[in-house]
């Protein structure tokens, strides 16, 4: 399939959508710190496909966040730096939750928060270099029109499959300390550094595998995407109806951004589309976009 002929497959699944009934469409995408010089064409890609929630990750700047929001007419929660959100519908909430991370050996209060599956405000989120506040997790209650969902704009660890297991654990022991009585639906959305081998065939694995060995990176792993699995979230690439765009979200071939959403999420919003939106070969970051249209 030609590249124009995927972008018109793409323009008609939004339509008919849309006149199917209510939609919610839900983004993930890795800025790359707007490296890449892709900041207005990252803003053409978000408006053109209407996208109503968004997880940002690999900021590195506060100004871009908010004025990105400005541009869009969105609420947006973070602190311009890490991971951020940017919602059409009203947020409450904003929180972030520490996790083990070597860049916040120095910091007590990470150390106390991480061992007691802290909730933290995001204004103290944590510190990366610099002065800079860098929370990899922030999370937001989104009021959608037709009930509210917490979303999670999730970055893990780019190199380590313990250490990205190791900060799923701290969020999902705060979650757990939270939620004990309630089942509030909710979404993860994000840049998670790791594989589903289902994605591969046998050959294709076997060249990956070799691909990323003699880039010195991490071998293939799928730990992290089963215990998704199995604590109940739904990766929405897989279940969606249509699959449109290449399976690789990264310039090392391989999917490693998900939209997981949890079974109360999905009894309520059906993924029906999901897209990845070539940003690679725009030359707008080293990720691309993954957009999953759910119908309410």
Not at 60 to 85: D, F, N
Not at 190 to 207: L, P
Request: proline content about 3%; glycine content about 6%.
């Amino acid at each position: 399939m030609s590249d124009l002929e995927a972008r018109l497959d793409a323009d008609v699944g939004r339509v008919e959508s849309q006149l199917a009934g209510k939609s919610l469409r839900i983004a993930t995408i890795n800025v790359h710190g707007w490296k890449d010089m892709g900041y207005n064409g990252i803003v053409e890609m978000l408006a053109n496909y209407e996208c109503d929630v968004v997880a940002l990750n690999e900021l590195l700047e506060w100004k871009p966040l908010a004025k990105l929001a400005r541009q869009l007419k969105m609420h947006y929660v973070g602190t311009g730096c890490g991971s951020g959100i940017l919602s059409r519908y009203p947020v409450s909430e904003a929180q972030t939750v520490a996790v083990e991370d070597h860049d916040f050996k120095d910091r007590r209060v990470f150390r106390a928060a991480v061992r007691n599956g802290r909730w933290l405000p995001v204004k103290d989120s944590g510190m990366s270099s610099g002065q800079m506040d860098v929370p990899r997790i922030v999370k937001a209650l989104i009021h959608h029109p037709d009930g509210p969902f917490e979303f999670y704009a999730v970055y893990l660890n780019s190199s380590s499959e313990p250490h990205r297991m190791r900060q799923m654990g701290n969020l999902f022991s705060a979650m757990d300390n939270r939620q004990a009585t309630t089942d509030v639906p909710a979404v993860m959305a994000g840049d998670f550094n790791s594989v589903t081998f289902e994605d591969y065939t046998t050959e294709q694995f076997e060249a990956l595998a070799r691909y990323k060995k003699e880039n010195g990176r991490e071998a293939l792993t799928n730990e992290l995407t089963n215990h998704m699995k199995e604590r109940g979230y739904v990766d929405c690439w897989q279940v969606s109806d249509t699959k449109i765009g290449p399976l690789a979200t990264c310039s090392y071939r391989t999917r490693i951004d998900y939209i997981w959403a949890s079974a109360s999420f999905t009894a309520q919003f059906q993924p029906k589309q999901t897209e990845v939106v070539e940003m690679i070969e725009r030359g707008l970051t080293d990720h691309n976009m993954v957009v999953c249209s759910f119908n309410v």
